[in-house]
């Protein structure tokens, strides 16, 4: 499943819902027994309350509210995997309903958040250096532009000196011809 999961562990939610539902043509996934529909219905209400209000709560942390903790050191739904997402109950007593991650989880909990920080931080880079190429575009653009201007008054101001010296050359040839005359 990690496999299909980019290499991922699903959380304790997905895995349940894999292990405890058959694909039917015409239905889709549908829940095996009874309490696998109540655990799938449950957990998927609970999930949805939670991104509705805006909450950030651990799915696997549902998942185990939802199937009511540990019972005789197992979690409901997750048969012998449930070491990948729970810490194994303490021997010195406590409560068995209570939620302690298991390092794996934590370490993929905190993987997940580091490469989203990752893809973010990368995500404005990439929207800074595209502003950044934009207006070295743009800054070109507008000395392409001032060079062309440039260039024009050179052209019309050699034109005007052109004008004036075909002129002169002119007036001297009309005055040669006055004198000689």
């Known amino acids: 499943m990690a496999k ?11 895995l349940n819902l894999r292990t405890h539902t058959k694909n039917i043509p015409g239905k889709g996934n549908v829940p095996c027994s009874s309490k696998a529909k109540q655990i ?29 903790g540990r019972k005789k050191g197992k979690v409901h739904g997750l048969g012998s995997g449930s070491h990948l997402y729970y810490a194994p109950p303490s021997r010195g007593g406590g ?12 370490f993929q909990e905190k993987f ?3 490469t989203q920080a990752l893809e973010a931080t990368q995500a404005q880079i990439l929207r800074e250096r595209e502003e950044e190429r934009l207006e070295r575009q743009r800054e070109k653009e507008e000395l392409q532009k001032e060079k062309e201007e440039l260039q024009r008054q ?10 004036e010296k075909e002129e002169k050359e002119e007036n001297d040839r009309v005055q040669a011809k006055v004198i000689a005359e």
């Open 4 to 14: 299909d999961n980019g290499g991922a562990l699903p959380t304790a939610g997905e």
């Open 40 to 68: 799938k219905e449950t957990y998927e209400k609970t999930v949805a309350e939670c991104r509705e209000k805006g909450t950030e709560k651990d799915q696997n942390q549902i998942f185990f509210e939802t199937v009511g």
């Open 95 to 106: 409560s068995s309903s209570s939620y302690i991650p298991s390092l794996y989880s934590q």
């Open 112 to 114: 997940t958040q580091k």
């Open 154 to 163: 050179r052209d019309a101001e050699r034109l005007e000196r052109q004008r």
